[in-house]
């Protein structure tokens, strides 16, 4: 009898690792720092996306002007942002490469990043951005470990550094590790957290995506705080007149 009871823990313990396995709960997802009223983080995420991933993906959904909304005025969006003379504030964010040379490039065409945070969620573009590894064995030169066999090349490489995959034995588990081989010029040698520097410039780049993803959240916030003070001036005046 019981034997047959362990047997059964057994299976049930076989099964449930299965599904964890099956499920890609093998991946731990890092926590990402989001914080939506921070307009400084929000135009350095702004600054890092339109300089290096407009390049091949497009925001469509994102027009320029709309950056307004965390702080940024126009003469700063064509400034700091180094539009092009021709590109009009209320264009949308258009990638430079069209999608069929990039297809024909990288296996995968580069989808539209407009609401990807929604679709993916901001833990996993966090972890992501500072997971990619070298792997000779790829086109690109390039793995990563929330999205295996990716067809993106990192393209961050020379602010992350150069990651290494090792795999190390612990207790019968395989457990997947990135090491900083070559530091970039955001991480420093010798540590695999890049936390000032290049996890930092990631934080906002995420606090970025998710901004661009529901835009209209940030007129909502201020919208529900309209709504408080409302509220909280009714109270007084109803309290005044009960006081009456
Ligand atoms: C050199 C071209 C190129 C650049 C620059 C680039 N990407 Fe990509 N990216 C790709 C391609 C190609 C894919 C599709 C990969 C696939 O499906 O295998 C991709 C995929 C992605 C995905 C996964 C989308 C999904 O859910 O399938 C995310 C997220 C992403 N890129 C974010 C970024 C960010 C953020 C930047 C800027 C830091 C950036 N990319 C810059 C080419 C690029």
Known sequence: M????????????????????????EVHLDKAPIDLKNTASLQRGAKLFTSRCLACHSASYMRYNRLRDIGMSEDQIKKDLEL??????????????????????????????????????????????????ADPG???????LVFPSVGMPFVLADLQGKQVLRIENKKGHEVKKLVLESPGTMCTAGSSLCVAGY????????????????PSKMVRYDLGYIVLGFLFVLFALLYALKKR
């Open 138 to 144: 790829r086109a690109s030169g390039w793995n990563n």
């Open 2 to 25: 019981k034997v047959i009871h362990k047997l059964g823990m057994l299976a049930l313990l076989l099964t449930a690792s299965a599904m964890a396995l099956a499920s890609g709960a």
């Open 84 to 133: 092009p003379e021709d590109v009009k504030l209320g264009s949308t964010m258009q990638a430079a490469m069209d999608a069929n040379s990039a297809k024909l490039a990288f296996g995968e065409a580069p989808p539209d990043l407009s609401v990807i945070a929604r679709s993916r969620s901001a833990d996993w573009l966090y972890t992501y951005m500072r997971t990619f590894y």
């Open 199 to 214: 996890d930092a410039a990631i934080a906002d780049l995420t606090n970025y995506l998710v901004f661009m993803s529901d």
